[in-house]
């Protein structure tokens, strides 16, 4: 199993530029979450899904959309990128129920907006 | 308002020593609080994961606590080995309604030769 995988692993946009940031897992999870981590501060939750073909916002959903069209992958997507975006993005899965709600974690994908 | 605090900040010790890290938390309803060991580049991978009950869980040379009367926790590294080196978060859980996750800042731990 690979467990949670993220493309692109670096990413550098100018302003104004879009992407898509894909996650992808093969544990069969319910639920997937999209962080953003910044210097000093915690993982902070983007958006969110529960099943496929849901989604919810999180802590911070403003500038990113996402789209959940299979079960195994969450896209994250910055439609107009800005220097604020500038971050280590983490995707993370966990089954529905047990496992004390463990979130296993995806290597990160770093962006840089200039 | 939900939040996690952690200290030290960052950590310098040698291979070898022992330490703690701390971790204070103000969450409700309180689910489950579980430590994270973070290498430079990696994603977050699960330590320990400790519910009300639970007092001390261990795995490895690293050991946990909680109390959960105080609301804090503390993760204890025994021994520390250079590949100790890494960033530890302090994850309490919260189940109301939705399951929600308060992450902390993270404590930066350096182990040198």
């Known amino acids: 199993n690979a467990g949670v995988t993220q493309t692109p692993k670096f990413r550098v946009l100018k302003t104004g530029q879009s992407m898509t940031l894909l996650c992808a897992q093969d544990?069969?999870?319910?639920?997937m979450y999209w962080y953003r981590q910044d210097p000093g501060m915690g993982l902070r939750l983007i958006h969110y899904?529960?099943?496929?073909?849901?989604?919810a916002k999180g802590e911070v959903p403003d500038g990113y959309n996402v789209s959940r069209l299979k079960k195994q992958n969450f896209l994250l997507g910055l439609e107009s990128a800005a220097p604020s975006q500038t971050s280590v993005y983490f995707c993370?899965?966990?089954?529905?129920?047990?496992?004390?709600?463990?979130?296993?974690f995806g290597p990160g994908t770093r962006l840089t907006v200039t | 308002k939900n939040q996690v605090e952690q200290s030290p900040q960052s950590l310098i010790i040698l291979e070898g020593k022992n330490c703690t890290l701390q971790c204070n938390y103000t969450v409700s309803p309180f689910s489950n609080l579980r430590w994270y060991k973070q290498d430079t580049g990696r994603g977050p991978v699960s330590l320990t994961i400790m519910t009300f009950s639970e007092n001390t869980k261990s795995n490895g040379r690293y050991t946990a606590t909680l109390d959960a009367d105080t609301k804090q926790s503390s993760l204890h590294i025994t021994a520390s080995q250079l590949s100790d080196s890494a960033s530890y978060i302090c994850?309490?859980?919260?189940?109301?309604?939705?399951?929600?996750?308060?992450f902390g800042t993270g404590t930066r731990l350096k182990v040198l030769a």
């Open positions: 994850v309490v859980s919260a189940l109301s309604g939705t399951y929600k996750y308060i």
């Open positions: 899904s529960v099943g496929e073909g849901t989604t």
């Open positions: 993370a899965s966990r089954t529905l129920r047990g496992s004390g709600y463990e979130q296993y």
């Open positions: 544990m069969n999870h319910e639920y």
